[in-house]
């Protein structure tokens, strides 16, 4: 009984710990990127698939949190208001790669789409120096010339361990998109 009682006060630590994170999380969001979150292209996103059955509006919302969480559990100082708007916008490409139909984008995508992310975010916000490098070298060593900045590198970390748990198929979307469930 000791054993039970035990087991199940840690599992109620760890289920509120994670629910404080979130919290903590859904804050930074609303403070440094509301206009991101409420955009209709980013909202737009959820009806592209990244990796698997990924939604490219949650894999840039699980770069973000993971962003956040290597930059604390790293100690790294960086800015997290730049750090969360580049991982919401590094793949900002608003296309589906997937289509075979649309020129050379699906077999090159991972070399072309930094780029095409980075003029899509332009047009529609202000951009700092460092969102600017968060969101063209994130496919570094794709990319050739690796991020200037230490939030680009976190997010370039974040972007790999996610999609290699999308891959692996080892944390999954829905599968499909909101126009597709709406049918």
Not at 1 to 12: H, T, V
Not at 124 to 152: F, G, N, Q, V
Not at 163 to 176: I, V, Y
């Amino acid at each position: 009984m000791k054993d039970y009682k035990l087991k199940r006060q840690k599992n109620l630590d760890k289920y509120r710990r994670q629910y404080e994170e979130r919290k903590e999380f859904h804050k930074l969001l609303k403070e440094y990127a509301s206009d991101i979150i409420a955009s209709e292209n980013f909202r737009n996103t959820r009806n592209y698939i990244q990796h698997g059955s990924m939604p490219v509006y949650r894999h840039c919302m699980d770069v973000a949190d993971q962003s956040i969480k290597i930059s604390k559990l790293l100690r790294v100082n960086c800015n997290e208001r730049e750090l969360i708007r580049g991982a919401l916008l590094h793949d900002y490409f608003l296309y589906d790669w997937h289509d075979k139909y649309r020129d050379n984008y699906q077999r090159l995508h991972g070399f072309y789409h930094p780029g095409i992310a980075l003029r899509n975010a332009q047009k529609e916000y202000s951009l700092s120096d460092r969102e600017k490098d968060i969101i063209k070298k994130h496919m570094w060593p794709l990319t050739i010339i690796p991020p200037a900045c230490r939030e680009a590198w976190i997010v370039t970390a974040a972007d790999k361990y996610c999609s290699l748990l999308e891959t692996l198929k080892l944390r999954r979307g829905s599968g499909k998109t909101r126009m597709e469930i709406a049918k």
